[in-house]
């Protein structure tokens, strides 16, 4: 859990080693590279072109409703009649979805009116058909109709009314828009709808049949993107005098293998530590269990390379923070369900294991704090059952749920101060954040002091805590060196206008409210659709429990959709603003390695 120590390693050899020496770095896999020139603008590559229309046909066929085994042998592979294939399959079900929406909309504007045909107007003596869909509230405007005028139909909302003139009907007349019949009938649409979906399988069956190419296309595009990554790496080494030069940064397991390579191929191999002024990339290094919360920081914002991985931390507060807004055991059950029957999807990918991995753990705690809770889908167990037994912490009791979220606040805030304080460069930058920690601790000691016994003790040492920490910010605020009299004035009013920042402290500890808030709100509204629901089933005979049921389903389905929703945004929105606000102190940019693509069938 720490962000991976990287060397600087330079190549030199003969220019007729130039091409060969890049392929072989991009096969070994371990070197982000540093481009050597200044380019004014992008460059032209001479790789293949037609890579966008090969991976915009690789995704039509990956979303294939079945797909099928996939075919290994090129042997009857031709690629460039199967992404012709793919794109105009591709094409046609567009066009065919646009069609059937068209018809299905017409098909429901033509509905109440039925099944009829516009006669020609020659057997009309020159009158039309005008058709007007009315409210019942309007109704009484065709009154005002000097044509004859018929309601051919009705629901509960429109009465359908058909007119017979030469002319519309002028808007003072009849204020009402009037429908387009057209000259197809209803059975034609009907029949054009059938056609149309009998089409859309057939696209959808060529679509599973192309699907077996996916393996070969997704190899095919790998080896054009290496071509590419090997051009792009070329123009950013350069040649001097018949002698190539490759740079770039290599982590300390990749250093052996990349030693061996220079060695039997006789190329010189330069490696240095990162200079001071050099900003190497951020290759944040976990292990299998936290990997999951290294692309939760990857997500919002990569660390600088000399500052702290702060995986391990966003993990286990995202997975505490989620809990506390869930507050529901049922619910954590519900989604550990989803997960168990998605695991074998998630699993396809190096993404989804990592994915599957850490919502294992967030649906754990999720559980664990749901039974603290004593929540399940809303529904408080007996005092005296055994789940009874560990119903510690009671939503609605007001004020110590808001305690225990500005303690869990207060908490978070201190680590991220401490980190800050442990991967600091300087003593200033150290203390600092020292002063921070103390002065949150003080706030703790006052907050919990209330309705004590030893109140006024405690308060007491809560406001000597707070006056040390703002001491030792106001002494380290600034890292300015004292020489003369004026310097130390200048670093005092630095360590003052540090202080500032005690109105962000409370604001961001504030913040951690809404875990309370949004935990109650999700207990509340889970008791009251089950009130509703036992309400409506004792007062309502016959089908009193069917819509009982159907009330329990919608609003625990929603409920549950709303709790997922603000678990995720403010679960990660706390560790991206509030922690990495006092945690980060710079930003870097991810190690990228020069590698090959793995493709497996």
């Known amino acids: 859990m720490s962000i991976a120590k990287l060397s600087k390693v330079t190549l030199f050899g003969s220019s007729a080693q130039h ?20 380019e004014s603008r992008p460059v032209a590559l001479t790789a293949p072109a037609w890579d966008e229309s090969v991976a915009g046909a690789l995704r039509h066929l990956i979303g294939a409703p079945r797909r099928r085994h996939q075919e290994i042998d090129p042997q009857n592979f031709n690629i460039e009649v199967i992404v012709k294939a793919a794109l105009k399959n591709k094409e046609r079900e ?39 869909r009315i409210s019942h509230a309007d109704l009484k405007e065709v009154n005002k109709l000097t044509d004859p005028w018929e309601v051919v139909a009705k629901d509960h909302r429109f009465a359908y009314v058909v007119v017979i003139a030469k002319d519309e009907p002028r808007p003072e007349v009849l204020p009402v828009l009037r429908t387009h019949a057209g000259e197809t009938a209803l059975e034609e649409l009907n029949r054009n709808l059938q056609r149309v979906e009998l089409e859309m399988e057939d696209l959808a069956a060529e679509q599973n049949a192309l699907s077996r190419w996916i393996y070969l296309l997704t190899k095919e595009l790998a080896i054009v993107e290496d071509e590419r990554a090997l051009e792009m790496a070329a123009r950013r080494s350069r040649e001097i005098d018949k002698i190539f030069v490759v740079q770039g940064w290599s982590p300390s397991p990749g250093l052996p293998a990349l030693q061996r390579y220079a060695e039997a191929n006789g190329i010189a191999l330069l490696q240095e530590n990162p200079s001071p002024k050099e900003m190497p990339p951020t290759l944040m290094d976990n292990p299998v269990a936290f990997q999951g919360g290294q692309d939760l920081v990857a997500f919002y914002e990569t660390p600088g390379y000399r500052s702290w991985d702060p995986s391990l931390i966003v993990a286990s507060s995202f997975a505490i923070f989620f809990a506390m807004i869930l507050s529901d055991a049922g619910y954590a059950l519900v989604l550990a369900a989803i997960l168990f029957l998605g695991r074998n999807k998630l699993g396809q990918s190096a993404g989804g294991r990592r994915f599957r991995l850490l919502m294992c753990g967030v649906l754990a705690v999720a559980f664990v704090y749901g039974v603290l809770a004593g929540s399940y889908f809303g529904i408080e167990p007996p005092p005296t059952s055994l789940l009874g037994a560990f119903h510690l912490l009671h939503l609605e009791d007001t004020a110590s749920m808001m305690q225990i979220s500005l303690v869990v606040g ?174 980060i102190s710079e930003e870097g940019y991810p190690f990228i390695a020069f590698r090959k693509k793995e493709v497996k069938p």
């Open 94 to 132: 567009r066009e065919a979805a646009d069609r059937r929406i068209s018809l299905r909309s017409r098909i429901n504007q033509l509905g109440p009116w039925g099944n009829f045909r516009l006669p020609p107007l020659d057997e009309m003596a020159g009158y039309r058909l005008w058709f007007y």
């Open 19 to 38: 091409k060969s020496a890049l392929s072989d770095l991009q096969s070994l896999g371990s070197v982000h590279l540093i481009s050597m020139r200044e």
């Open 410 to 583: 207060c908490a978070h805030l201190m680590l991220a101060n401490a980190a800050s304080s442990l991967h600091a460069a300087d003593l200033a930058a150290k203390l600092k954040p020292v002063g921070w920690i103390v002065v949150i601790l003080g706030g703790i000691i006052l907050l919990l002091s209330r309705g004590t016994q030893a109140e006024q003790i405690l308060w007491k040492i809560g406001l000597g805590f707070i006056a040390a920490g703002l001491t030792l910010i106001i002494l380290f605020g600034s890292n300015r060196q004292v020489k003369s009299f004026s310097s130390a004035v200048l670093r005092l009013l630095g360590g003052l206008s540090a202080l500032f920042d005690i109105s962000k402290l409370f604001g961001d500890a504030l913040s951690y409210l809404r875990l309370f808030a949004l935990g109650l709100a999700s207990a509340s509204l889970a008791i009251t659709f089950n009130q509703i629901a036992s309400q409506i089933g004792r007062d309502v005979p016959g089908l009193g429990i069917l819509l009982a049921i159907i009330i329990l389903l919608m609003g625990h389905t929603l409920n549950l959709l709303l709790g997922i929703v603000n678990g995720f945004v403010h679960g990660l929105r706390l560790n991206y603003i509030e922690f990495f606000k006092w945690a």
